[in-house]
């Protein structure tokens, strides 16, 4: 079966038994009133992501260091990309639904992600580009969680995405165990753009579910930029801020 037909006939396995359980909580599980709402407990767990932060990576900083403050990596490094938004911290709740998301074929709580994501999304945002699975990946789990969350974010802010833009030509090992110089080197000239042109004065905004160490980002806004686009902002589900990484 091609990939296509896949996605397809696990999108439509996901929508019924989105259908026929009843709504549950992407935290706990808890039966709750509607689909993809979190209980009030598990609302109460999720840490909301905001200012003051870096002006490089949007990393939050405890304390205002002013406008225009960079953290560390940035002022060493400064960024390509516009920033890094993200609608909440990596925590146990956040880490749930992402689980839930990917491994457990609850395509719903992309909708749950991306209604929070919205707050964030760049005023001037022209295109929603997914960061992409490498097709054997996509093949065994039969969708990209980032583009479901893409697909949902183009119905709230009349933005649209395109999953099929950027592409991950090279598979990549897992990033989790690996330094900030191998993550890098892992992913460095996986990812291509397939039409350039679709990319001309694009203000593009990558779409992931988890931003760990942002090798991964990094490597995807480096392949657009290099390709035309004129700004990639990183937006994302949910940020690893303390030293763990999944
Ligand atoms: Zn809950
Ligand atoms: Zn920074």
């Not at 439509?12 to 706990?28: K, N, Q, S, Y």
């Not at 165990?177 to 694009?202: K, N, S, T």
Request: proline share 7%; with cysteine; charged share 20%.
């Amino acid at each position: 079966m091609p990939a296509r037909a896949a996605s397809h006939k696990r999108g439509v396995l996901g929508r019924l038994i989105d259908a026929v359980l009843p709504p549950r909580c992407p935290g706990c599980g808890a039966v709750v009133l509607a689909q993809g709402r979190f209980c009030a407990a598990c609302w109460g767990q999720l840490r909301f992501l905001g200012e003051p932060w870096c002006a490089g990576c949007n990393l939050p900083f405890v304390l205002d260091a002013g406008p225009g403050a960079l953290c560390a990596a940035c002022a060493a490094a400064p960024p390509r990309h516009a920033g890094v938004r993200a609608a909440v911290a990596y925590d146990a709740v956040a880490r749930t639904l992402v689980l839930r998301l990917k491994h457990g074929g609850r395509a719903a709580y992309a909708g749950t992600a991306a209604r929070l994501m919205a707050r964030l999304m760049p005023a001037d945002a022209t295109l929603l580009v997914p960061v992409p699975l490498h097709r054997w990946r996509l093949w065994s789990r039969g969708y990209n969680q980032a583009a479901l969350i893409a697909t949902a974010l183009t119905r709230l802010v009349a933005v649209p995405s395109d999953a099929l833009l950027l592409q991950r030509h090279r598979a990549t090992p897992m990033l989790r165990d690996r330094g900030p110089a191998a993550r890098r080197e892992a992913v460095a000239g996986a990812f291509r753009v397939r039409r350039p042109a679709a990319l001309h004065d694009a203000r593009v905004v990558l779409i992931d579910d988890v931003y760990t160490s942002g090798a991964t980002a990094n490597a995807c806004a480096a392949a657009l930029l290099d390709a035309g686009a004129r700004s990639v902002t990183v937006l994302v589900w949910a940020r690893v801020l303390a030293d763990h990484a999944d």
